[in-house]
Nanobody, 114 residues
């Protein structure tokens, strides 16, 4: 079983920055890809960014050039550096890890005020 613990959400003004972290823990697990999804009120959960075990990244068009995903394989941790934040980035952000199964964090709220 894998547990994902997120941190770093909060309230920020338009144009500000936040850094999300997600640490995976458990026993005998192997993580391949990790990523971040988000879900705004009344909307479906959507992919924000994704990174595989060798560092290849994918970004949603809406965040390209503003967000950067990275990971520390030794720490089983994935990060999301968010810059130039916009009110439309407001959502609950969920960490995801893919291994023998799909694992999800509990979510962290990001609110961008205009």
């Amino acid at each position: 079983q894998v547990q994902l613990v997120e941190s770093g959400g909060g309230l920020v003004q338009t144009g500000g920055s936040l850094r999300l972290s997600c640490a995976a823990s458990g026993s005998g697990f192997s993580i391949n890809a990790m990523g971040w999804y988000r879900q705004a009120p009344g909307k479906q959960r959507e992919l924000v960014a994704h990174i595989n075990s060798i560092g290849v990244t994918i970004y949603a068009d809406s965040v390209k050039g503003r967000f950067t995903i990275s990971r520390d394989n030794a720490k089983n941790t994935v990060y999301l550096q968010m810059s130039s934040l916009k009110p439309e980035d407001t959502a609950v952000y969920y960490c995801h890890a893919a291994g023998r199964a799909n694992y999800w964090g509990q979510g962290t709220q990001v609110t961008v005020s205009s």
